[in-house]
């Protein structure tokens, strides 16, 4: 097991990370590259780990733990100082573990393929471009047109949602597959476009077409056999930005969501870069809005308040405004106030209207994963992926009702919303850990924020989260419940932003460029419970590197991981885990990981999959342990790629150009 002095090296420096320049542009319109939007003066979660370290481990290791401390960045090997380490012995999983597989090797980040583990195999669900309905057209990357596109897959796949049988469905061979479409590669989608200003109007119409939402009925030959996208199932559906949403909540009507278009402020066409998301106990499918600011050209937009550099809206956007006018914040400046949201889907029902959640707050919702309270109620947990931006929680006014979908379909709109506040404990006990509080936003119906009316917290949520300091932490994204432990789980992708002076007990590391997942344990085991403890459970990196950690596992056994992105959790409750970002901070592909949390092999993280040049690894939905489902985003996104230079061909297809997709691994029959 680690000791107390093992930890302190965490507060070393190291050097920024970097990504494809293409990546960096169309995920997120540049967002590290811009000033940070949140400069109030809440405390941030690294200088709660600073502060108890200084405090109290120093003491506990005596004076050989106060050298270390002392040496700090510039003595200390950082991370880019070690050579990348391939995994250790990743033979079976030991005892008491129920991984089953025997990890792989780490896979170079120009490798153009998928790799599985030993004894397993991949094949696509659905690619870009494949048909939804009977009389959709077969994908043509040279005859693209909006009207097909808004009939096929949409492009890139993030989240997923997966479910066996449904309505009139019981087959254990069937099932329905959503998943997220969170942007697009103008580069990678078009011939001779060098970036969005080159698109015409007509590509331009393709792109607002593949953004969004994708719905599908899948089937297979039997249980030995991989999963694959029905076209012409009935609950086939493609949402986009030009679908209409309904508004609902305590926002829903404000003067501050109301445009030409919608002077009634409850309808909103369309919805944007759909990351993460969650499953309802009733069913439906929960989708969070994040990087929208890039999509709106701010061009001589006053911001006397700020709201819109808070939420990154200062750029000259994508083009958008050319062909619908209300993406130029000076012809409708409310029409950024309409993006941001979580919205709900009922994937059973192809003709039900979505929904946009006003009491979740306005955020770059990377998600919400929900779960019932000790009374019936339910919790939804959401991380604002930004550097220094906060964790949310919302607790819902009415109960679950078991098979009453009607009465279910509205829990999300009326409720209580919570920001996190991390306090730390000090190093002294081994652990990076501490407590902490949800600090009220909005509760009863009555805002918590002094000087603030509900809406506006709700609208310009961000900002009215700064006002009661809440801790700011490094890129909150999936913040998951396990359903086993009932323990909390968020992953903070990273902050290559962080000064050495802002690092604390929940934010350990400046320049922060691997990331950390955090647990937290709610008091009582409740959910509604506004009080709690966490710790940190993986702080990623090269295992070779004395800043990481492994939830006390031997670092020789475990493999390399950077920038922790998704989680999700199989039936026995292990962690399993998707990166975004690894190419530029450990030289290799994104990838899928498990970890155990409890028994023998607590902390023992091994490698089930890697992604293909240039992707990112989303959205991973564990179906049991031979079969799990995953998204490969953007393939052969790389800096100089184009239909003329392919740097991936995934799904390896024969068509010539990189299609994103998912896809499903599964162990071989007999293997």
């Given at each position: 097991?680690?000791?107390?002095?093992?930890?302190?090296?965490?507060?070393?420096?190291?050097?920024?990370?970097?990504?494809?320049?293409?990546?960096?542009?169309?995920?997120?319109?540049?967002?590290?590259?811009?000033p940070?939007?949140?400069?109030?003066?809440?405390?941030?979660?690294?200088?709660?780990?600073?502060?108890?370290?200084?405090?109290?481990?120093?003491?506990?290791?005596?004076?050989?733990?106060?050298?270390?401390?002392?040496?700090?960045?510039?003595?200390?090997?950082?991370?880019a100082?070690?050579?990348p380490?391939a995994?250790?012995?990743?033979?079976?999983?030991?005892?008491?573990s129920a991984?089953?597989?025997?990890?792989?090797?780490?896979?170079?980040?120009?490798?153009d393929?998928?790799?599985?583990?030993?004894?397993?195999?991949?094949?696509?669900?659905?690619?870009?471009?494949?048909?939804?309905?009977?009389?959709?057209?077969a994908?043509?990357?040279?005859?693209?047109?909006?009207?097909?596109?808004?009939?096929?897959?949409?492009?890139n796949?993030d989240?997923?949602?997966?479910m066996?049988?449904?309505?009139?469905n019981?087959?254990?061979?069937?099932?329905?597959?959503?998943?997220?479409?969170?942007?697009?590669?103008?580069?990678?989608?078009?011939?001779?476009?060098?970036?969005?200003?080159?698109?015409?109007?007509?590509?331009?119409?393709?792109?607002l077409?593949?953004?969004?939402?994708?719905?599908?009925?899948?089937?297979?030959?039997?249980?030995?056999?991989?999963?694959?996208?029905?076209?012409?199932?009935?609950?086939n559906?493609?949402?986009?930005?030009?679908?209409?949403?309904?508004?609902?909540?305590?926002?829903a009507?404000?003067?501050?969501?109301?445009?030409?278009d919608?002077?009634?402020?409850?309808?909103?066409?369309?919805?944007?870069?759909?990351?993460?998301?969650?499953?309802?106990?009733w069913?439906?499918y929960?989708?969070?809005?994040?990087?929208?600011n890039?999509?709106?050209?701010a061009?001589?937009?006053?911001d006397?308040?700020?709201k819109?550099?808070?939420y990154?809206?200062?750029s000259g956007?994508?083009?958008?405004e050319?062909?619908?006018?209300?993406f130029?914040?000076?012809?409708?400046?409310?029409?950024?106030n309409?993006?941001?949201w979580?919205?709900?889907?009922d994937?059973?029902?192809?003709?039900?209207?979505?929904?946009?959640?006003?009491?979740?707050?306005?955020?770059?919702?990377?998600?919400?994963t929900?779960?019932?309270?000790?009374?019936?109620r339910?919790a939804a947990y959401?991380?604002?992926?930004?550097r220094?931006?906060y964790?949310?929680?919302?607790l819902?006014?009415g109960?679950?009702?078991?098979?009453?979908?009607?009465?279910?379909l509205t829990?999300?709109?009326?409720?209580?919303?919570?920001v996190?506040?991390?306090n730390?404990?000090?190093?002294?006990?081994?652990?990076?850990?501490?407590?902490?509080?949800w600090?009220?936003?909005?509760?009863?119906?009555?805002?918590?924020?002094?000087?603030w009316?509900?809406?506006e917290v709700?609208?310009?949520?961000?900002?009215a989260?700064?006002?009661?300091?809440?801790?700011?932490?490094?890129?909150?994204?999936?913040?998951?419940?396990?359903?086993?432990n009932?323990?909390?789980?968020?992953?903070?992708t990273?902050?290559t932003a962080?000064?050495p002076?802002?690092?604390?007990?929940?934010?350990?590391?400046?320049?922060?460029?691997?990331?950390?997942?955090?647990?937290?344990?709610?008091?009582?085991?409740?959910?509604?419970?506004?009080t709690?403890?966490?710790?940190?459970?993986l702080?990623?990196?090269?295992?070779?590197?004395?800043?990481?950690?492994?939830n006390?596992?031997?670092?020789?056994?475990?493999?390399?991981?950077?920038?922790?992105?998704?989680?999700a959790?199989?039936?026995?409750?292990?962690?399993?885990?998707?990166?975004?970002?690894?190419?530029?901070t450990?030289?290799?592909?994104?990838?899928?990981?498990?970890?155990?949390?409890?028994g023998?092999?607590k902390?023992?993280?091994?490698?089930?999959?890697?992604?293909?040049?240039?992707?990112?690894t989303?959205?991973?939905?564990?179906?049991?342990?031979?079969?799990?489902?995953?998204?490969?985003?953007?393939p052969?996104?790389?800096?100089?790629a184009?239909?003329?230079?392919?740097i991936?061909?995934?799904p390896?297809?024969?068509d010539?150009?990189?299609?994103?997709?998912?896809?499903?691994?599964?162990r071989?029959?007999?293997k």
């Open positions: 097991m680690t000791t107390p002095a093992r930890l302190l090296p965490l507060l070393t420096r190291s050097h920024e990370g970097g990504r494809s320049s293409m990546t960096c542009l169309y995920r997120c319109g540049d967002a590290c590259d811009q940070v939007p949140n400069t109030s003066e809440g405390e941030y979660f690294g200088d709660i780990v600073a502060a108890g370290v200084s405090r109290r481990a120093a003491l506990r290791v005596g004076g050989a733990g106060a050298a270390v401390v002392g040496l700090t960045a510039w003595s200390m090997p950082s991370v100082a070690a050579s380490a995994a250790g012995p990743a033979g079976k999983a030991g005892k008491g991984l089953g597989f025997t990890g792989i090797a780490p896979t170079p980040a120009t490798v393929e998928v790799k599985v583990p030993e004894g397993f195999a991949w094949a696509p669900i659905i690619s870009w471009g494949d048909p939804l309905h009977a009389g959709t057209p994908f043509d990357f040279d005859n693209q047109t909006a009207a097909a596109q808004r009939e096929q897959a949409g492009y796949a989240y997923t949602q997966f066996h049988g449904g309505a009139g019981k087959g254990a061979h069937k099932g329905l597959l959503a998943f997220n479409n969170e942007y697009t590669n103008d580069e990678l989608m078009f011939r001779g476009v060098k970036s969005s200003a080159d698109l015409t109007e007509d590509q331009l119409e393709i792109v077409a593949a953004h969004g939402i994708t719905i599908t009925e899948v089937a297979r030959r039997d249980a030995n056999s991989p999963w694959r996208w029905v076209q012409g199932g009935r609950r559906r493609r949402i986009h930005t030009d679908t209409p949403f309904a508004v609902d909540g305590p926002a009507g404000s003067a501050h969501l109301r445009t030409s919608d002077p009634t402020g409850k309808l909103v066409l369309g919805t944007l870069n759909n990351c993460a998301g969650g499953e309802t106990p069913g439906t929960l989708s969070g809005e994040e990087n929208v890039q999509y709106f050209n061009t001589g937009a006053p006397p308040d700020g819109l550099k808070r990154g809206i200062t956007g994508r083009g958008f050319r062909v619908r006018d209300r130029m914040v000076t012809t409708e400046p409310n029409e950024v309409r993006f941001g979580i919205v709900e889907v994937p059973e029902d192809p003709t039900s209207t979505p929904v946009k959640h006003t009491a979740m707050g306005r955020l770059k919702h990377e998600g919400a929900v779960t019932l309270t000790a009374d019936g339910i959401m991380g604002d992926d930004e220094y931006e964790i949310y929680k919302f819902s006014r109960k679950y009702k078991e098979g009453n979908k009607k009465h279910n829990l999300l709109s009326e409720g209580d919303l919570y996190a506040k991390l730390g404990d000090g190093a002294a006990d081994g652990e990076y850990d501490g407590g902490g509080q600090l009220p936003l909005v509760v009863g119906g009555v805002s918590k924020v002094p000087g009316s509900v809406e709700l609208i310009w949520t961000r900002l989260a700064s006002v009661v300091g809440p801790t700011k932490m490094d890129r909150p994204e999936d913040v998951q419940p396990n359903p086993v009932g323990r909390i789980y968020a992953a903070m990273n902050n962080r000064t002076a802002e690092i604390d007990e929940a934010n350990p590391r400046a320049k922060n460029k691997h990331g950390h997942i955090t647990e937290f344990t709610e008091a009582g085991g409740d959910h509604a419970a506004l709690f403890t966490w710790k940190i459970v702080v990623a990196g090269d295992p070779t590197d004395p800043q990481t950690y492994f006390g596992f031997d670092k020789t056994e475990v493999s390399p991981i950077s920038c922790p992105d998704n989680v959790f199989d039936a026995t409750g292990n962690l399993w885990i998707s990166t975004d970002g690894m190419p530029g450990l030289n290799y592909c994104d990838a899928l990981y498990v970890m155990p949390l409890e023998a092999d902390g023992k993280l091994q490698q089930f999959l890697s992604v293909p040049v240039g992707a990112e989303c959205g991973p939905t564990i179906l049991g342990p031979d079969s799990v489902i995953v998204s490969v985003q953007h052969g996104e790389v800096s100089g184009t239909p003329e230079n392919v991936s061909h995934f390896y297809r024969g010539g150009q990189p299609r994103p997709g998912v896809i499903h691994a599964y071989r029959h007999g």
